[in-house]
């Protein structure tokens, strides 16, 4: 049975990755194929879609920061769109009732607030996936997304409590200890070393904050977050999340194809779906009114509110509930696993090309902006700059520092990760915060005395995007970029790159060039 889970999860994942769409599209499709030809989900299924899920939010805990849940435009856009949504679909809801559309001429008040509600949040799995395959969780409209899915995680523990009427045990309250046991934690991720023993100490960290979690009654997804949140800081953060994604991307196939197997659809259902996938534009509209008031550039507003614009995984879970509790009927259980998949469809191809249908559409969304953003939303350039390399990772960075040793101050670093940028402005490193694939900041910038830009960048297609929008806002120098790939060099090349590095070639001549020369 197991294999043909991943045959057609092949099968239909590498279909779709084929017409170039996201590969999850595919998941979700064999989901529904295997439920058609009569294959039944089973215990292996649920326990991998579940750990996938508790992994996945382990690995967002590594990336954020308490201090980034408390800023105004998280909380307040979070709970302010929650709560005008689910009034918002108590109308809709009512209004298709009075029309006697199928399935929806049984809503009342009650039933329509419970679907409103479960429809409020935004899918953890589908918006961290597209995140992490664009390089984007580390920007401004990335981190704006992922507080307000940690927000909305809160607020599901709150009414999962409410729901089932299971009050925490008092030995809740000693789960605020974690802070205390924060060195220890520290250190076992410094014992584990950089082997093999790195991600089974994820696995252990955030399995067990599952399970400690649990036993006290309280959501155990919420105790793999606050363990990873509690090693944010860590200086292996980075590496362990990366040691943890293909685990996690293996494990999330399963959630994926669980979902098709929720039930097989009429046509009505199907109807219905669709009706409810149709209000995604109002879902759009509502996060990128709350955002703008909330003094958000247009820009980021823009790309946050499309990447929120989906159903979740945890809307199931309350729609199961409610029918468990006979408040809803087990067919809308389908209708929402439909509209959920739907709705994945529509942000993974939206989000694809989110970036051009900004740069088409900039002087529309730009009159919506305040006219004083948030001081965190203004670019500040260093002076005197004559060589600005993007991205400071781990390559970044080495030529950030080989190149200031070459040319003193007149080098600077700019990256998307504002705690970078941060704790190297701590250390009086001439670097700023920005993300490249912003056309707003170059065409801010005065790049007027920069002679070379270097784009370091992990994925070519950003990297491309980047370098068209620097062509596009008149930057007549230089542009050097790396590839880890040699088919990638020609697309770089195309896209008004002026030289492509391969570093796994380039750091194979270095190492043999530097060697060689230990015997002349």
Known sequence: MEFIWILFAFVCGLAVKLINLPPLIGFLLAGFLLNAFGMESNSTLDSLASLGITLMLFCIGLKLHVKDLLKREVWASTLSHMSIWTLLLIAIGLLLSSLSLPFFGILDFKKAALLGFALSFSSTVCIVKLLEESCELKTRHGQLALGILVMQDIVAVVFLVCATGKIPSIWALALFGLLLVRPILNKIVDKAGHGEMLPLTGLFLALGGYELFYLVGVKGDLGALILGIL????????????????????FLIGFFLSIGFTALPTLNMIVASLILTTIILVKFALFFGLFTRLKLRGRTSFLS?????????????????????GWLTKEWLVILALAVSFSFIITSLFFRSVHHIYHQNKDVIRRFESLDCL??????????????????????????????????????????????????????????????????????????????????????????????????????????????????????????????????????????EESLALIR
Request: aromatic content about 8%.
């Open 305 to 325: 509110a499309i990447v929120l614009s989906n159903y979740s995984e945890f809307g199931l879970i309350v729609v199961a509930l409610s029918v468990s509790n």
């Open 375 to 512: 001081p965190e939303d203004v670019f500040l350039q260093p002076v005197d700059t004559e060589i600005l390399i993007v991205g400071l990772g781990r390559v970044g960075r080495g030529a950030f520092d080989s190149l200031k040793v070459l040319v003193g101050d007149t080098v600077a670093g700019m990256d998307a990760d504002r705690n970078r940028i941060t704790q190297m402005q701590e250390d009086q490193e001439n670097a700023f915060y920005g993300d490249g694939e912003d056309a707003d900041l170059w065409e801010q910038l005065d790049t007027s005395r920069i002679h070379l830009i270097l784009l370091a960048l992990p994925a070519a297609e950003d990297t491309t995007n980047v370098a068209i929008q620097l062509r596009k806002a008149n930057y007549t120098g230089q542009i050097a970029a790396i590839t880890r790939y040699h088919d990638e060099r020609e697309i770089l090349l195309a896209s008004g790159i002026d030289n492509v590095f391969n570093f796994y070639t380039e750091a194979g001549t270095g190492f043999a």
């Open 231 to 250: 090693l944010a800081s860590h200086s292996k953060a980075s590496e362990l999340n990366k040691s943890l994604m293909n685990f996690k991307d293996l």
